[in-house]
């Protein structure tokens, strides 16, 4: 079965840092883009960040620029989100998924399915 998981998540104060994994199973990660997703309460699904198939191609929404850092390691399969310098409007479920391309980067348009996702809240 192709999937990804997610995992990592907590409650942490404003200021602290988190670091998000995305394992996949199923298949091999080395072929794909992955993109980090989050969905607070009440507010659509967005894209935060994603990476290529290499590590050099990355991207980040300004909302997180300079805070996260995406980072894959093939050999274990994984996908990691490093969130620093957390704020509570970064309080949502993290998800993340294959993505396709956009010119010469990754895309944040996803292409596999969601898988359950993992909380993030940061709060006082």
């Known amino acids: 079965q192709v999937q990804l998981v997610e995992s990592g998540g907590g409650l942490v104060q404003p200021g602290e840092s988190l670091r998000l994994s995305c394992v996949a199973s199923?298949?091999?990660?080395?072929?794909?883009?992955i993109g980090w997703f989050r969905q607070a309460p009440g507010k659509e699904r967005e894209g935060v960040s994603c990476i290529g198939r290499s590590d050099t191609s990355t991207y980040y929404v300004d909302s997180v620029k300079g805070r996260f850092t995406i980072s894959r390691d093939n050999a274990k399969n994984t996908v990691y989100l490093q969130m620093n310098t957390l704020k509570p409007e970064d309080t949502a479920v993290y998800y993340c998924?294959?993505?396709?391309?956009?010119?010469?980067?990754?895309?944040?348009?996803?292409?596999?399915?969601w898988g359950q996702g993992t909380q993030v809240t940061v709060s006082s």
């Open positions: 998924a294959t993505v396709g391309r956009l010119g010469s980067r990754c895309s944040l348009a996803p292409r596999s399915s």
């Open positions: 199923g298949f091999v990660l080395d072929y794909y883009a």
